[in-house]
């Protein structure tokens, strides 16, 4: 079975921390692909990354950061230096290639807020 | 805009009303995808298309929705018999198909109220 988890509900940081959101996925394919969505309050679902099962490679991009380990089923998210405009709901998703990548499971989100 | 536009926004409808959402994915993707948000949660598939076909439908897709791809272009969702269960928020999204999976991209939702 498939399945995303995110721990973490919510969590608050001051502007200029740096902050981790934890994603913890489970699944029986051996090529399935990860992604990261930003929902901001108007309520857009905003891509933010996809990775493929075979490329662990760590990725960046700007102040995002992500590190993905296949040994923990993990997919975390990293901001540095977070800034208010940061603040909004994250969801971590997985699809499968079985089902020809058609299909999104989500977490529940962790919702950031970032205080000035 | 060249994003998956969602119409209408916001819905508010009597219980046992019809609705319907319309989606207009991005121009050059050939899947299409319906997904139900409500508050607090994650968002959980309904039903896709892949041009015109339906290639999959959720459990969570009673009798009492339908989805439809005519042409392979926009899509529609209709909920006939609206029950107070059935407020949440619709996304539409949309990929193209290609080797080494696809990306999919949300538009803004629409807010379905029942009362």
């Known amino acids: 079975a498939q399945k995303v988890t995110q721990a973490q509900t919510e969590i608050s940081v001051v502007e200029k921390e740096d902050v981790t959101l934890d994603c913890v996925y489970e699944?029986?394919?051996?090529?399935?692909?990860l992604f990261w969505y930003k929902q901001p309050p108007s309520g857009e679902l905003v891509f933010l990354i996809r990775?493929?099962?075979?490329?662990?490679q760590n990725e960046i991009s700007g102040r995002y950061s992500w590190n993905f380990q296949k040994s923990t089923s993990s997919f975390n998210f990293t901001i540095t230096a977070s800034q208010v405009v940061d603040s909004a709901v994250y969801f971590c998703a997985l699809s499968e290639a079985r089902n020809q990548g058609g299909k999104l499971i989500f977490g529940q989100g962790t919702e950031l807020s970032v205080k000035p | 805009d060249t994003g998956v536009s969602q119409d209408p926004r916001h819905k508010i409808t009597k219980r046992g009303q019809n609705v319907t959402f319309r989606c207009d994915p991005i121009s050059e993707h050939n899947r299409l995808y319906w997904y139900r948000q409500t508050l607090g949660q994650g968002p959980e598939f309904l039903t896709y298309f892949q041009n015109e076909a339906q290639l999959e439908k959720s459990r969570l897709l009673s009798d009492r929705f339908s989805a439809e791809r005519p042409k392979g272009s926009f899509s529609t969702l209709e909920i006939q018999r609206t029950e107070q269960g059935d407020s949440a928020m619709y996304l539409c999204?949309?990929?193209?198909?290609?080797?080494?999976?696809?990306?999919?991209?949300f538009g803004e939702g629409s807010w379905l109220t029942v009362v």
């Open positions: 999204a949309s990929s193209f198909e290609g080797m080494g999976g696809n990306t999919i991209y």
């Open positions: 699944t029986r394919d051996t090529t399935y692909y």
């Open positions: 990775r493929n099962s075979f490329d662990e």
